[in-house]
Antibody, heavy 117, light 110 residues
Framework: EVQLVESGGGLVQPGGSLRLSCAAS????????MNWARQAPGKGLEWVAF????????YYVDSVKGRFTISRDNAKNTLYLQMNSLRAEDTAVYYC??????????WGQGTLVTVSS | QSALTQPPSASGSPGQSVTISCTGT?????????VSWYQHHPGKAPQLMIY???KRPSGVPDRFSGSKSGNTASLTVSGLRAEDEADYYC??????????FGGGTKVTVL
């Protein structure tokens, strides 16, 4: 059974940093592309970042380029999202998502990030 | 990376059908067959319902179907049931290893 468990969310001040983690199990993590997506309060889903299995290729939505970094540790079956220079508009539930068939195949339960002073 | 356009709401009575549209451009929906649909009950994890325009993952009822014409994709839910009441989002590959979602449609079962 595929399981994705996010952690690391919380309250942070504008300009601050936070690192999200996603523990994956139930599939061969190292060969699967992975994503982060988010949903701001009262808003729709938004794709945030994507990383291929080897970890060398990474892509981002324009609004987080230069501030967020996606990475993975295939030995630990863990996906990360380092978020720097956080803004109020980054407030959202962040989801770890397994890619498959050119779609967001399996989603974690999400972790809430609140950026506020 | 502009969001795809979905109607904010749709509704139907139990047993009826409801169709949700998802309009993009030739750079996303119209340019690729990598269109997908997600069901999201608030507070829960979104669930993939349709991928590659019209394919259903294992376990998704055949009451859910997808199609595409030009820059517009559609999701039809037939034989509406109370448990189908949820938010539905379309998603599309947008080239250069980027993806875009729609704004979401709230489906109400009357």
């Amino acid at each position: 059974e595929v399981q994705l468990v996010e952690s690391g969310g919380g309250l942070v001040q504008p300009g601050g940093s936070l690192r999200l983690s996603c523990a994956a199990s139930g599939f061969t993590f190292s060969t699967n592309w992975m994503n982060w997506a988010r949903q701001a309060p009262g808003k729709g889903l938004e794709w945030v970042a994507f990383i291929k299995g080897g970890g060398s290729e990474k892509y981002y939505v324009d609004s987080v380029k230069g501030r967020f970094t996606i990475s993975r540790d295939n030995a630990k079956n863990t996906l990360y999202l380092q978020m720097n220079s956080l803004r109020a508009e980054d407030t959202a539930v962040y989801y770890c998502v397994k890619d498959g068939n050119w779609a967001f195949e399996f989603w974690g339960q999400g972790t809430l990030v609140t950026v506020s002073s | 990376q502009s969001a795809l356009t979905q109607p904010p709401s749709a509704s139907g009575s139990p047993g009826q059908s409801v169709t949700i549209s998802c309009t993009g451009t030739s750079s996303d929906v119209g340019g690729y067959n990598h269109v997908s649909w997600y069901q999201h009950h608030p507070g829960k994890a979104p669930q993939l319902m349709i991928y590659e325009v019209s394919k259903r993952p294992s376990g998704v009822p055949d009451r859910f179907s997808g199609s595409k014409s030009g820059n517009t994709a559609s999701l039809t839910v037939s034989g509406l049931r109370a448990e189908d009441e949820a938010d539905y989002y379309c998603g599309s590959y947008a080239g250069s290893n980027t993806w875009v979602f729609g704004g979401g449609t709230k489906v109400t079962v009357l």
